[in-house]
């Protein structure tokens, strides 16, 4: 794993007559580790004895984004004291990188902008136009920033564009185009809001779109009084691939399918809402086990909370087998009872004959009770338990089903839904 270290000066806030000097390391998965000689604190008596501190200020060399750097929620991990002084080092959960003039950068505590760039954002908003006049030899510079679409909520307004830098030699100009995604806020957020309640919603949004994880690549927000972003790192954040980024199945949607108000504002919705459902629909998104028993779990999971958005089927009891009845009390620590038991009437729902016929799936009775034998076996061990090669056909189909779900829950009619799903099917089997 590369790592890259970075030497400087650190020192806590409003305490800049008292640094260390030392290096920190960011692993390319966002791994952030401060080490320095000697202590922050300027209380003597109680030097050494701090093992966590929210914030520690820096200035650092080399870094591209700039030299000023905060660390966040800082853990010691190591201590000594000897002859040759104090060394320590320190864990940092996330950290904020930008350019400052000053020696010591002010804090910033709420942001107004957030930049993101995703895996297969540019498939999501499709290519720009090019900005080369071949027949007259000339690049438009009026076209360096081109705006694909905009998407407008009460809380923010989010524009798909693509960047253009041109670097320069004697003889060639190389261009490099890179999309990404800028909001402006309607209100001001904290760091911790704008990881928490802004970035995930457009890291569901895509992942949907894709049918595979869209990894957040890089996150950079800009406060209301500076006007340069800072660069965020964290270990939450993927590293760009080096293969080529198309998504291994069709798109289900692109950016021009949810200019409808109505469809963008339910798809936030799905995902901000039900927090319960978004982690784990994520959470097996992000980190996929390579184990069946898992993925089935997951699925089975994720589908009886997306239950919800279908009230008429959480209603609905007339489908549950007698064998969904008797549920065992260790099932309340999995997921809710109520939309366990909407399954059979959220898939009778979704099993449209053609739907049916892509994925092998007999009837939605036939359906709900494989799922309740896979349930009560990768949970409980309970029974006997389905085949292997069952298991993995009933993790895609399930899987397949949760997608087409979330497209009616986001606003797509029910037809229209089916035929991207299917359309999908068509291109790389389920």
Known sequence: ???????????????????????????????????????????????????????????????????????FKCLKTYSRFGQGGT?????????????????EIEIPSTFTRVFLTLDGLAEFIGRPPSIVDNKNKLIRIDDLRFEAGVLYTDDWTARFE????????????????????????????TLSQVLEDVVPIFECLITLA?????????????SKEKHKP?????????????????????????????QDKTILHRLRDVFTQHRD????????ERSPSPYIDDRVRASIVALAHLTWAFPDEVADATHITSSFMKLPLKVQ???????????????????TPAIRKRLRIGTAKELSTKVDIAFRWVCFREGEGLPGNELLRLNHQLTALLHLALLQAGGFAPSDAEARLIKSFTQLGF
């Open 1 to 71: 794993m590369n790592t890259s270290r970075y030497r400087g000066t650190f020192w806590l806030p409003g305490e800049l007559e008292s640094t260390a000097s030392g290096h920190i390391e960011i692993t390319e998965s966002g791994e952030i580790t401060l080490e320095i000689q000697g202590d922050l604190s300027q209380d003597t008596e109680n030097q050494g004895l701090a093992e966590e501190i929210d914030v520690i200020c820096g200035q650092i060399a080399d870094h591209p984004s700039g030299g000023s750097i905060l660390l």
């Open 87 to 103: 060394f320590q080092k320190w864990f940092a959960h996330r950290a904020l990188i930008g350019q400052a003039e000053e020696a």
């Open 162 to 189: 693509w960047t253009t830098q041109l670097v320069q030699t004697a003889l060639t100009v190389n261009i490099s185009r890179q999309p990404r995604i800028s909001i402006s806020l309607n209100n001001t957020l």
């Open 210 to 222: 894709r049918r595979d994880h869209a990894r957040v690549l890089t996150v950079s927000v800009q």
């Open 230 to 258: 800072y660069e965020f790192i964290g270990a939450q954040l993927g590293t760009a691939r080096t293969e080529k980024t198309k998504s291994p199945r069709g798109l289900l949607f692109h950016l021009g399918d949810i």
């Open 277 to 284: 459902f978004t982690a784990i629909f994520m959470s097996y």
């Open 333 to 351: 620590s999995y997921l809710p009872s109520a939309g366990f038991l909407a399954i059979p009437s959220l898939a009778n729902r979704l099993l």
